[in-house]
C-alpha cells in the first residue's frame, strides 16, 4: 500500500479531473452502496485504508454460502 494517494498515478489523473471538471469522470450505473463515496466531487481515498472510515452493512467477509435441499444459510 502506498502511503499517500497523492503519489498514485491514477489519483492524480482523478484529483486533476475533479478540479478541472468539477466531478469524476469514472463512470457509475448507480449511486454507490458506501456512504462516503458517493461524492463526485472529491476522491475518497480513506475508505479502505483508515479503520472504521465507512460504516459496513450487510457486509460478510469471508463466508461460505452452502446450498443443500434442506437450507440456505451462510457459514
Same mark, same amino acid.
Given at each position: 500500500?502506498? #502511503?499517500?494517494? *497523492?503519489i498514485? #498515478? &491514477?489519483h492524480?489523473?482523478? @484529483?486533476?479531473?475533479?478540479?478541472? $471538471?468539477g466531478q @469524476?469522470?469514472r463512470f *457509475? ?5 458506501i *456512504? ?6 472529491c @476522491? /475518497?481515498? &480513506?475508505?479502505?485504508?483508515v479503520p /472504521? *472510515?465507512?460504516?459496513?452493512?450487510? $457486509? $460478510? ?7 443443500n435441499?434442506? &437450507?440456505?444459510?451462510?457459514?
Amino acid at each position: 500500500m502506498n #502511503p499517500n494517494s *497523492e503519489i498514485v #498515478p &491514477s489519483h492524480i489523473v482523478i @484529483d486533476s479531473h475533479i478540479r478541472a $471538471f468539477g466531478q @469524476d469522470y469514472r463512470f *457509475e450505473v448507480a449511486v454507490n452502496p458506501i *456512504e462516503q463515496l458517493r461524492n463526485r466531487r472529491c @476522491d /475518497n481515498t &480513506s475508505v479502505g485504508r483508515v479503520p /472504521n *472510515e465507512a460504516r459496513s452493512t450487510n $457486509f $460478510f467477509c469471508n463466508t461460505l454460502s452452502i446450498n443443500n435441499s434442506s &437450507s440456505n444459510q451462510l457459514y
